[in-house]
């Protein structure tokens, strides 16, 4: 068996101190970093926890039942999360993604979402306030996030089949009840939810199509998104990689697809519409997306800071080292100070590990493994 690691134990040694520059200045609303990437997307997770055990993600034989999660005194809380927030969108951040682990397991999650959704960008517009699920909660949840200002919702969904489904997830959750959970986000009013599809070779790949067809028409976007080198416990090879050309080209063999402009600088996945008679995209079809930062990396325009669960700050999804704000927070440090510590950080950042995949080892040095992506989120 592959040598394993526990992570968050990992992490929370290696934490390095966010220092704060002698001559702070304070947020200009915009802060770039060494490559000239604006700092546009915050990513926070709320919980190092998720009662699903998928095996590119939290495999079982790591997150075992004696798995030593963080104690909740660890946790940022609420109030500390969102002055956090409130300092990133200072320089400029415009979208704010709940995640986790499952963010649904945080006790009185849209009690955070209303606090987020109060707050301004430096233009004064309300942020978009976004949060990424498994949906087993979902349809207990969906009103109550509604409610509370939630924007979006993003469901992670990898089968239609519910054998297969139960099988990814590892505790023989039915898909029904995922489905459920995204009628009833729908029902609640959420006009623009996604599904996340991470499609791994010889294990559901035979479920392209099938989630295709069902979501076609459906007002709901599909993502495929390739399986990632995220961490060092899921084992990751390159042949369980379904290329996104590759997929493509199955889906193209059924429906007539046109390639649509990004929606937003930065964004991840590329677009395609479903066509209509005239080869024309028909919105009332919908569109899939296609995020390969396996195969066609998009660092160059990444804008994404991820904040992990008990406030460390990391500058890539495949980064080896995080910055802990905590301990800025909890020392007493005013607002100009923790601000100046983030500018500093983005300002010094150069991440670009899709990028130079190719060219790094096989396998990360025990000093420079990567964060797990259950401790940031995706």
Known sequence: MPERTIPVLDWRRRARPATIPPSPAAPTGVLHDALGRPLRDLRISVTDRCNFRCG????????????????????????????LARLFLAHGVRKIRLTGGEPLLRKDIEALVAQLAALLTVDGRAPEVTLTTNGALLARKAQALKDAGLDRLTVSLDALDDAVFRRMNDVDFPVAEVLAGIAAAQQAGFARIKVNMVVKRGTNDPQILPMARHFRGSGITLRFIEYMDVGNSNGWRMDEVLPSDE???????????????????????????????????????????????????FCRDCNRARLSTEGQLFLCLFAHEGWDLRSLLRSGADDGAIAAAIAAIWQGRTARYSELRSTLPAAPAQGARRVEMSYIGG
């Open 56 to 83: 590119y993600c939290m495999p079982k034989e790591v997150f075992g039942k004696d798995y030593p999660y963080l104690p909740h005194s660890a946790l940022l809380r609420f109030e500390e999360i969102t002055r």
């Open 247 to 297: 997929l493509l080209a199955r889906l193209r063999a059924e429906f007539s697809l046109v390639p649509l402009a990004p929606s937003a600088p930065g964004e991840t996945a590329e677009r395609w519409g479903y066509a209509d008679a005239q080869g024309r995209h028909d919105p009332a079809l919908g569109e899939i997306g296609l995020i390969s930062s396996v195969t066609h990396a």
